[in-house]
Every structure is written in C-alpha cells, then in structure tokens.
C-alpha cells in the first residue's frame, strides 16, 4: 500500500476521561507527578448548570512537556475531563465511563498530519465518517476534524473511542481555501471543546453514535478478509479492501446527491 507524505502522523494529544472522584487527585498528580507548572496549563473550562452553588471544572489540558527544535514544536499535551453534569441530566462523558467500567478510560487521541485536507478527502473517498467538518481555531494556529467512533456492527452501546486529526501552523493559502469551503465553520478555543461536547451529547441521547465507518462497509471488510489471520493477509487482499471502500463511498456519494429536475 501506498503510503502519502499526509500519512506523516505524530501523536498531537490525548483526551483522557475520569470518574469526578478521581477528577481533582488527577489535576493534582499531573501538577506534582509530571511537573505541570501554571504555564504548562493550556486551559480549563467550567460549567455552571441550574442549581449550582459554584462553576465545576469541565476539563483541563496539561502539557507534559515539549521539544522546541522544530518549526511547529512537537508537544505531549492531554486533556482531561470529568462529567458535571446533574445526575438527572444526560451525560454522555458519564455514560462513555460508564460503558468501559472503570475509573477512567482514553477518549481520543489527536494525529497530527501535514496536510489536514488531503488525508480527509483521502478518508472520505474510502468511506470514513467524520462527526464535524474541518475547523480552524484562531486562537492555537490548528485546523482539526473529528471522526466517527471505532465500533463493531450492530454493537449495542457506542465505544467512546474515536480520533482527531489536526494540522498546526496552515498557511495563509490553505486558510484561504478553508474560507471558500462548503465546510467552513470556525470555533475559537473556547468554543472548540464546548462544540465537540455538545456534539457526542447529543449522539448519545439519540443512542446512536456515528461509526468511523458504517457498519455495512465494516461487514464488507470482515467477510473479504474472513479465514485469514493479519500475518496471512497479503498486499493484494488490501487492495481488494480498499477497491470496496472506494466503491461503497461512490456508492453513497450518489445516493446522497440531489437530484437533478429535467
């Protein structure tokens, strides 16, 4: 298989969810443990439902540390949240938590690639599913996208593992194309969390997440590789693969497109 320059990954961050016990002691082990100063802090969000005596920490993102020799720096930063919502309230951090049956558990994990637009239309072309479009924050120099949820077909309750791809430091040209997009939609940092968040909640009140790929190409996939062990697929099996997720994105490409009055 054919790998592309955009193919490039480095791990950009992780979202790392935990139970509100175990909120506060991991704010404080990331502080005493991994040497978090207050500059190290990249954010953190509060809400304030109806009743509260006080704002509640949503989320805050740490970086664990960062190599400055490169034109963008390469940084290990991990957000972590808590669900704060009232027990009567949906929550889909509490029911993500809840699912896995453990204190804690990795949400996502942020892929950075050089080229953010030609690895999505990449994906796109083979059938992944993307819950937002491309977005830019102003305020952190990064265009990013959120995929479906990794899950088997027909699984009765979401995964709650899914990835973010993000390009860092895009230039004047590729913001430009961005701006004339169909897809353009812009969140500033502190719209970004808040967006995704309410985004997942409201896939899980629907009790539907979206797949990162459906399940009927995912079925596809399974029975063209089905009697084999990973060390006995071949390159040519692969490609078989992929000539099923370009013909099944085509496919649904086609179906989705209006038609044309005569």
Known sequence: ??????????????????????????????????????????????SNWPGQKKPSSMTFAARVGMEKDARVPSQAIFAVVQPTEPKTRSSHVRA????????????????????LLGFHKFCVE????????????????????????WTVPG?????ATFFEFVQRDPSAELLK?????SNRQAWFRDKTFLGLYGEKENEYKRGRAVPFIDDALSRRIAARLKGREVFEIEDSQLEQVEADMLD??????????????A
């Open 1 to 46: 298989m054919k790998k592309q320059p955009f193919h490039n990954f480095v791990v950009d961050h992780m979202t790392f969810l935990v139970e509100p016990d175990l909120y506060k002691t991991t704010y404080a082990l990331f502080r005493v443990i991994f040497g978090v100063g207050r500059e190290d802090l990249i954010y953190e969000k509060r």
């Open 155 to 159: 699984a009765a309750k979401p995964s």
């Open 96 to 115: 993500m938590l809840k699912n896995r049956g453990g204190s804690c558990h990795w949400q996502h994990v942020a892929l950075r690639t050089p080229d």
């Open 248 to 261: 099944y994105a085509a496919a649904r490409a086609r179906k989705a497109r209006p038609a044309v009055a």
């Open 177 to 181: 194309q961005l701006e004339t997009a």
């Open 126 to 149: 083979r059938g992944v599913n993307f819950i937002t479009p491309i977005l830019k924050d102003a305020d952190e120099d990064l265009i990013q996208v959120f995929s479906g949820e």
